[in-house]
């Protein structure tokens, strides 16, 4: 579909018309997202600056039945910003203020454009830390985190985007504007709307402004590397730090595919002959944290750790924690198209879904690597095969398609924290079942009547 | 519907443009937004590296032609500073892509006037001897280990600096003869030229090439080798002199401020051996910002000094906040461009060559110093015109 000129004057009018761009050129950018392979062109590109504007826009476009796909920095991983039926892309980036950061309240207030580290830094300089820690926390912004309810390195200890989330702005694809949470961390007026638009991946309303929990900032972190023979190993090593009592914050792992890309792009000096590294990491008071990387250090080793090692200091420990984050990029350099999934398992069942993703990829016949957050039975495996090579992507995902099945039948899911776009919209139903996608999709209806917010994704 | 039908489609073949591995390696992970300057004024993805790269595709696939407004528009918005080099973890040579995409983009009658008559006088070796004979830069043909490049635009614009080197490194040749090195062609759409020009100075200049320009290191290196090219703070550092002396005004040690050359920087990552340099002989003072592009860009001040402006201003205003005396540049064309912009603002902060301060340290020419008198605006019509050429794609494709 293209959109008719009255409409793109209207949006003009809306927005300015420096912010509003249906050429060619102009869209293709928006055609994708970090995620590999799905692509759609929208019509047009609408920049608000406001809410005002993000409702003026919604209203039209509900009016007209024009879809509108919001987005923010284009860092999701499951296509959920792909404009699948065409129609508008509306980027948030230009509202991208910090609007308060309150250290006697423990919160902050910000336009759903910011930077999610840049809302870090700004908490970090009042001595108070923004705990969720996704991957691309330079790139991504947190409104999009919020819609995607994104992870990341510290969900063991602090949770998830889900729990910092006390209240929304959030605009209905009908165009009214409602306020769900505020300020409280004790609030049961009404449905728990503010959990309902978390992670509702752009589908019920356009959020345009947060408001979130942040902690005091914790004295200081440590991170240690423990290398085992096996994967399996390793994640008897998880069950049994667990078991002592400890909760580290950070508890990751990556298998040996892994460890030699990482080690390629950020040359650490890791251990090549390893088939599995645990990366630990705590913050706190010092001694506690002394104390648990010690305490895990031991339960490594009884585990059957080949070797157990502490950063010797801060810079050593960022490093480490940041080649983690660069797993899947580093990864990228094997071939030429990276498919990555993050199939998710209760985590005493870590090392039986990992032995079952090896034993798929052999039957497949497809290179696969597994990295991910132990602690909280989130795998990662990645596919590295050449894009030109259409058999092979084929057979990459109809591997995925039994890492799936494998994960369901383990009690998990399909995803754990990259959430469900157009990417994972197939596999849903064997998730939930028929009765919870007919209730998302009369819940989607309640909110977006027109079907017009992200059509093609969840609730379609 | 899509799913796994759309899935299984693998990408077509191009039309050569672009040599694939290097298109290949992007997987819009999105990692290079927040490093690039042009996303940072525009936050339009299509004035991104990974929105660029995209916009490749698409002129390789076929998709878009070269014809399109947006792709004419971004191939010349791009500074081509090169910082989303170092921050991409799959490793893309996005300096490399641009020139292909320029080569493609900028032939024939599409390449930018300004530019084709820069990089004709750069050719013309001759030229460039008289520009050099007139400005009285450094020279000495006397036989030695390393030679001095002498830039093809720098001999002219600050002979100074090869005289300063000269005092550094009294040993150095300094062969008067000696043509461009080709950063200037391979950046303007002439990479093959370029690439020419780099070899036909490597015959010229004997042993470890020295220069005073990074940009040009970069494209020297990237053409003759690693080993074979030094810029002058990475030669100071490896042959281990130390610098002589301090640059002191009212009794105190100046405060001095750095502007990184992009691709010493991006490209060599070349910037912690000038720092040292500057802080032996005066008080280093890290300013925001002084590791990105100051939009001088090469030929990119001439052809989009609107926007090279834009870049810059917000620099110019964290040097003078900061309260430095200097700014050391390591780059004739970010010198160009401060020098200029600060004198225009009557700014009380000088920029200064790295081997200018450093010859000042050590007793040598002294450096500017004190405010300066606000230089009015020149408004000149050819710029007007020059935009509006520039402007047919449309600088208006920003949204901020």
């Not at chain 1, 990556?254 to 650490?268: F, H, P, Q, R």
């Not at chain 1, 992507?393 to 754990?416: C, Q």
């Not at chain 1, 197939?426 to 917010?453: N, S, T, V, W």
């Not at chain 2, 100075?201 to 290191?217: D, F, K, R, S, Y």
């Amino acid at each position: 579909m293209t959109l008719d000129r009255k409409l793109v004057a209207e949006l003009k009018a809306i927005v300015g018309a420096d912010h509003v761009r249906t050429e060619a050129g102009d869209v293709e950018p928006y055609a994708r997202d970090a995620t590999p392979v799905f692509r759609a062109v929208p019509d047009a590109v609408v920049w608000p600056a406001e809410t005002e504007q993000v409702a003026a826009v919604l209203r039209l476009a509900t009016e007209r039945r024009v879809p509108v796909v919001p987005r923010g920095a284009g860092s999701n991983l499951c296509a959920a910003t792909v404009p699948e039926r065409g129609g508008i892309v509306l980027v948030l980036t230009r509202m991208d203020r910090v609007l308060e950061i309150s250290p006697g309240e423990l919160l902050a207030r910000v336009e759903a454009g910011v930077p999610t580290s840049v809302l870090a830094d700004a908490a970090a300089a009042q001595g108070l830390l923004y705990a969720p820690d996704p991957g691309s926390r330079t790139v991504s912004t947190v409104g999009g985190n919020v819609a995607t309810c994104a992870g990341g390195l510290r969900g063991l200890k602090y949770g998830v985007t889900r729990n910092y989330v006390l209240g929304t702005t959030a605009v209905l694809p009908t165009g009214e504007v409602i306020h769900t949470g505020g300020r409280l961390w004790k609030d049961v007026a009404g449905y728990d709307l503010t959990r309902l638009l978390t992670g509702s991946e752009g589908t019920l309303g356009v959020l345009t402004e947060l408001t979130v929990a942040l902690l005091p900032m914790p004295a200081t972190t440590n991170t240690g590397v423990a290398y085992f023979g096996s994967l399996a190993d390793a994640g008897r090593a998880v069950d049994a730090i667990i078991g002592d009592g400890i909760v580290p914050a950070t508890l990751e792992f990556l298998d040996a595919k892994c460890i030699g890309a990482v080690e390629e792009y950020a040359n650490l000096g890791l251990r090549l002959d390893a088939g599995a590294l645990l990366l630990f990491g705590d913050d706190g008071p010092e001694d506690v944290v002394d104390r648990n990387l010690g305490r895990i250090g031991e339960q490594c080793t009884d585990s059957g750790a080949l070797e157990v090692t502490l950063a010797e200091n801060i810079a050593r420990s960022e490093a480490l924690l940041t080649a983690r984050r660069c797993a899947l990029p580093a990864l990228s350099r094997l071939g030429t198209l990276t498919l990555l999934e993050d199939a998710t398992v209760p985590r005493p069942r870590l090392a039986a879904m990992v032995d079952r993703i090896d034993e798929i990829a052999d039957r497949h016949e497809v290179p696969m690597a597994t990295f991910g957050h132990a602690g909280d039975g989130n795998l990662h495996p990645t596919c590295v095969v050449d894009q030109r090579d259409e058999a092979a992507i084929h057979r990459a995902h109809e591997a995925f398609g039994d890492v799936f099945a494998a994960a369901i039948e383990m009690d998990g899911t399909i995803t754990g924290e990259h959430g469900v776009g157009a990417a994972k919209l197939p596999y849903l139903e064997a998730r939930l079942g028929a009765d919870q996608m007919a209730l998302l999709r009369r819940i989607k209806a309640a909110f977006d009547p027109a079907g017009i917010l992200n059509p093609g994704k969840l609730g379609s | 519907m899509t799913g796994p039908q759309q899935q299984h489609m693998a990408t077509p073949p191009g039309r050569g443009i672009f040599d694939p591995a290097l298109l290949d390696r992007c997987i819009s992970c999105g990692f290079c937004l927040p490093a690039c300057p042009t996303y940072a004024v525009s936050k339009n993805e299509a004035s991104s590296p990974r929105g660029r790269i995209t916009l490749m595709r698409a002129l390789e696939t076929g998709r878009l032609d070269e014809d399109d407004p947006r792709l004419r528009e971004e191939s010349s918005f791009c500074l081509g500073c090169r910082a989303c080099e170092p921050v991409c973890p799959a490793g893309v040579q996005y300096g490399d892509l641009l020139e292909e995409w320029r080569d493609h983009q900028w032939r024939g009658r599409r390449r930018p006037p300004p530019a084709q008559a820069l990089m004709m006088i750069a050719e013309r070796t001759a030229l460039l001897r008289m520009m050099g004979l007139v400005r009285r830069h450094a020279r000495t043909a006397a036989p030695a280990q390393t030679s001095l490049m002498l830039g093809c635009f720098e001999r002219g614009l600050f002979p100074g600096v090869s005289r300063a080197v000269r005092t550094l490194l009294p040993d150095i040749a300094v062969p008067p003869h000696q043509g461009c090195c080709g950063a200037l062609h391979a950046h303007n759409g002439e990479s093959e030229k370029g690439r020419e020009l780099a070899r036909t100075l490597g015959e010229t200049l004997p042993g470890t090439i020295v220069t005073t320009a990074g940009g040009c290191a970069a494209h020297l290196a990237g053409v003759l080798g690693r080993d074979r090219v030094q810029e002058l703070s990475e030669h100071l550092a490896k042959t281990g002199a130390t610098p002589v002396g301090e640059v002191k005004i009212e009794g105190r040690r100046a405060r001095v401020a750095i502007q990184d050359s992009c691709h010493l920087r991006n490209g060599l990552r070349v910037f912690a051996e000038p720092r040292a340099l500057i802080s032996a002989v005066a008080d280093f003072v890290p300013v925001q910002g002084d590791d990105s592009c100051c939009g001088s860009a090469g030929t990119y001040s001439l052809l989009r000094p609107r926007d090279s402006k834009r870049i810059l201003a917000p620099k110019l205003d964290a040097y003078e906040a900061a309260g430095v005396d200097y700014v050391v540049t390591v780059n004739p064309g970010c010198q160009r461009q401060l020098h200029g912009n600060l004198r225009r603002r009557g700014s009380a902060v000088h920029a200064v060559h790295l081997a200018d301060l450093l010859a000042a340290a050590a007793g040598g020419r002294p450096l500017p110093r004190g405010r300066r008198w606000r230089v009015p605006q020149v408004r000149v019509n050819l710029r007007r015109r020059l935009r509006r050429r520039g402007a047919s794609g449309g600088t208006a494709g920003w949204s901020a």
